[in-house]
């Protein structure tokens, strides 16, 4: 379990001013809302990657902050982070780069760490025999986040955090990845949380939605409650891809109406 608890931080200017969150052990919650808003702080103070201003994060009972460096420690091994870019290391191989999930120390050339890299090649759909001793500028964009996906996952997290897991990526791709995430739960029983700008990705694969506005969380709730919602925020966030249509017809109309004037306006 994942407890957020009256959480603050602000940079030049307050990013988050009292952020609130039970997430529970084995469910999977996305995060929405407008870019700049903190998602992303929000998530890398889960594992002490950011420390709050106020408040407190406790990862199974236990605080990042409040608890000492072994709790810490402890905390960092069970939390998986899908980072935002792939942020793969760009002159070691997809290997190389999967065994940077592992603990310090383990020897590559082992015959069980090269299987747990495999293993966990063949997690994300790809196949260890193709891609192994590949670098990363050998590899598509999709393939690129799956390979930092293998590299969270190899390590068996119990918390996966994952940032923005499909931005930048096609439809194909996008409905690939969030079929992973569901599989990697299903499999593992992960405790994950998605920060995403892909809603109906949110409202497909997560147990809860919650949207972040103004450094708070302004809703969370089912799916079903966030497409219900009457709030404006929410609304405007739901029927983003209806807005996007609309926004879409609008300039149709325009071209046409801007074609219509031209053609009167030939003699
Ligand atoms: N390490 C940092 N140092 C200074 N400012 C930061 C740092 N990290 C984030 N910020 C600022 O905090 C604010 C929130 O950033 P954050 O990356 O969490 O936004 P976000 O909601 O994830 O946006 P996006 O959807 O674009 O990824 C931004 O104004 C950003 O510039
Ligand atoms: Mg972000």
Not at 69 to 96: H, N, P, W
Request: a negative charge.
């Amino acid at each position: 379990m994942i407890e957020y608890i009256d959480v603050h931080k602000a940079f030049d200017v307050p990013v988050l001013t009292g952020v609130n969150l039970t997430v529970q052990t084995g469910e999977t919650l996305s995060i929405v809302g407008p870019s700049g808003t903190g998602k992303s702080v929000l998530l890398k103070t889960t594992n002490g990657l950011l420390v709050p201003d106020q408040g407190d994060v406790r990862v199974d009972g236990e605080s990042a902050y409040f608890d000492g460096d072994e709790t810490l420690r402890r905390i960092r091994g069970k939390v998986g982070y899908v980072f935002q870019y792939a942020a793969l290391f760009d002159s070691m191989t997809v290997c190389e780069n999967i065994c940077a999930g592992l603990p310090l120390g383990v020897n590559i050339r082992e015959g069980w760490v090269l299987e747990k890299v495999a293993q966990a090649l063949e997690d994300v759909n790809l196949d260890p025999r193709q891609v192994m001793n590949k670098l990363p500028a050998e590899l598509s964009g999709g393939m690129k986040k799956r390979v930092g996906l293998a590299r969270t996952i190899v390590g068996r997290p119990e918390i996966l955090l994952y940032d923005e897991p499909v931005t930048g990526l096609d439809p194909v791709n996008t409905a690939a990845v969030s079929r992973l995430i569901r599989d990697i739960r299903e499999k593992t029983g992960v405790t994950s949380i998605i920060v995403t700008h892909d809603i109906e990705q949110a409202l497909e694969i997560s147990d809860r939605v919650a949207l972040l506005e103004h450094g708070v969380l302004r809703f969370v709730g089912t799916p079903g409650e966030f497409q219900a919602s009457p709030d404006p925020v929410v609304r405007a966030f739901a029927d983003r891809r209806l807005a996007a249509e609309a926004a879409v017809r609008i300039m149709e109309e325009d071209a046409a109406d801007l074609k219509k004037d031209m053609e009167e306006e030939t003699p």
